[in-house]
């Protein structure tokens, strides 16, 4: 398994959608879904939450959970489902994950963790793997994360995806969350030094494929979330420069193959603004992304957008495609 560059979870951002349309850019890259609670994998409607396309592979399931029988059930299941992994939530602070407890609040409870993690590895053979953070609340301490990833690591997990800021578990909201706590991206290289045989992977305020490299020199590899989801078009930089892949797609091709995906799915009751949503960036930067956002917005946004709308998409896209070419 390749987990040089992954594509972070995000709520309502990184659904089966967004991750075929990442795909479209991106065959090196790691990709995780949205946060699944235990109980909604294992009681909700698991076909409409678990299930993917192929061509997103390979992915990894995250889970949000601390009841250990639940977490090896749902490790199975997403096993059966065709994950490539299954991740165990350790840093989402938000009030309402912390009331189920999980999340970022289990970092106090390194016991517990081992012991969950250690039944999800014994209900499957995919890699278990955990995205944590460096600390909570006033606990910004290199021993502290240390031992926690011991422990974890006597339970048999070995890759760890720690987002470079601690989580405050009182005070501030998640978003507040994702910005305030300063990044400290030594503590997180100091973990790689200390344990050369762990996988450690890098997360937080990564943005520039220039960065990227640096991180790779101490670390594993890197996970990315915003600045790909506001810039996805980012990913074909990263193929081109962190993977050395040559024959690059052009955004005009990306729209073409969506396009065949949206109209697929539509056929099947997808809705087209559940696709289309996520492809408001794809212009990020560049001559003609007012055009594209206005074109989204007025006609693929609302929740009853009509197919046949989707067909002027191509006009907009080689309008852009001409548009950036002439100033090159
Ligand atoms: C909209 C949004 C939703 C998120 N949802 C999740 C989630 O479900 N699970 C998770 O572990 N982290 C979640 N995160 C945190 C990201 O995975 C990542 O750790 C964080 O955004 C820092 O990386 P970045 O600076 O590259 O965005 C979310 C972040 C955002 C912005």
Redesign the pocket.
């Known amino acids: 398994m390749k987990r040089t560059v992954s594509v ?7 659904d089966r959608h967004d991750r075929y349309f990442l795909r479209l850019m991106s065959k090196n890259s790691m990709l ?1 879904s ?2 699944v609670a235990t109980k909604s994998a294992i009681h909700g409607d698991r076909k409409k939450i678990l299930s993917f396309s192929p061509e997103e592979k390979p992915i990894a399931l ?1 889970v ?1 959970g601390s009841d250990k029988n639940e977490l090896s059930e749902v490790a199975k299941i997403a096993e059966d489902f065709g994950y490539d992994e299954i ?1 165990i ?1 350790l ?2 602070p938000s009030k309402k994950v912390q009331k189920n407890k999980f ?1 970022a609040c289990l970092m106090k409870e390194p016991d517990l963790v081992s012991e969950c993690i250690n039944s999800m590895i014994n209900s499957c053979k995919i890699p278990v793997t955990a ?1 944590t953070r460096i600390g909570f609340d006033d606990v910004e301490d290199f021993d502290y994360l240390n031992n926690f990833l011991l422990k974890m690591k006597d339970a048999g997990c070995k890759t760890f ?1 720690i ?1 470079a800021r601690k989580a405050m578990l009182k005070g501030l909201s ?2 507040q969350n ?1 910005n305030i706590p300063k990044l400290n991206y030594e503590m997180v290289y100091k973990t790689k030094k200390e344990n050369p045989d762990l996988e450690i992977i890098i ?5 520039s494929t220039q960065e990227i490299k640096k991180h790779l020199e101490k670390c594993n590899g890197v ?7 506001q810039n996805p078009y980012f990913l074909v930089d990263i193929e081109r420069e962190i993977f050395n892949v040559k024959n690059h797609p052009t955004r005009e091709e990306i729209a073409e193959k969506l396009l065949q995906y949206l109209e697929k799915e539509v056929k099947l009751g997808t809705k087209v603004n559940h696709i289309m949503r996520h492809t408001v960036g794809l212009y990020h930067g560049q001559i003609g992304s007012k055009n594209w956002k206005r074109y989204l917005s007025d006609n693929m946004m609302a929740r009853d957008s009509d197919f046949q709308k989707a067909k002027h998409i191509m006009t907009i896209v080689q309008n852009n495609e001409k548009a950036n070419q002439t100033i090159l």
């Open positions: 972070a979870p995000m709520m309502d951002c990184t995780y949205e946060m995250q949000g991740n939530n840093g989402c999340g995205k995806i987002h998640p978003k994702l997360n937080g305020g990564i943005s996970m990315i979330g915003r600045a790909i989801y």
